[in-house]
T-cell receptor
């Protein structure tokens, strides 16, 4: 079974901290994604990567950056966390060719 | 612009009732893909179905069925004889040809009571 693992289920950080959210997939997928889920807004794409060291901005990239140094790992970085970044963050991977995406269990981040 | 609308925010039914979740989409492309995902309380989105824009056949999988109508830009999802385990948030999503980026609707929370 494909597995997408996010390093933390719950995280509490202080305003201004640099925050790293880690995601690892074990199926050699080309594509990886970071989404943010907020009530009433659904899931919104922050960044995605279609290859190692390749990245593209999604719909809401402001305040975030990403890193993909190895194919299996895709990190989301909040350079200076703010309270409006309190949210559920979901990582996903897909093999490409417009097939289904596989999601991690999510990280609920609270910035205080 | 691409957009997915799930007008039903929350639906409550009693077990064994049939329930339909609506999904309306907008896209300029002629080739695109539509998806449904289920998000149970555990949080992980689970893939249910993918349909491409050239295949308007309805699909049935057990108690689940999907009705795709290009004429009305809709891709509705029906659960027959609902069960408590169907309680979840359901998302409809759209991706355009040759991209795996998903555009999600806002989701419909389904509560099935015993």
């Amino acid at each position: 079974d494909v597995k997408v693992t996010q390093s933390s289920r719950y995280l509490v950080k202080r305003t201004g901290e640099k925050v790293f959210l880690e995601c690892v997939q074990d199926m050699d997928h080309e594509n990886m994604f970071w989404y943010r889920q907020d009530p009433g807004l659904g899931l919104r794409l922050i960044y995605f990567s279609y290859d190692v060291k390749m990245k593209e901005k999604g719909d809401i990239p402001e305040g975030y950056s990403v890193s993909r140094e190895k194919k299996e790992r895709f990190s989301l970085i909040l350079e200076s966390a703010s309270t409006n970044q309190t949210s559920m963050y979901l990582c996903a991977s897909s093999p490409g060719g417009v097939t289904e995406a596989f999601f991690g269990q999510g990280t609920r981040l609270t910035v205080v | 612009a691409q957009k997915v609308t799930q007008a039903q925010t929350e639906i409550s039914v009693v077990e064994k009732e049939d329930v339909t979740l609506d999904c309306v989409y907008e896209t300029r492309d002629t080739t695109y893909y539509l998806f449904w995902y289920k998000q149970p309380p555990s949080g992980e989105l689970v893939f249910l179905i993918r349909r491409n824009s050239f295949d308007e056949q309805n699909e049935i999988s057990g108690r689940y069925s999907w009705n795709f109508q290009k004429s009305t830009s809709s891709f509705n999802f029906t659960i027959t004889a609902s069960q408590v385990v169907d309680s979840a948030v359901y998302f409809c999503a759209l991706s355009e040809y040759n991209t795996d980026k998903l555009i999600f609707g806002t989701g419909t929370r389904l509560q099935v009571f015993p």
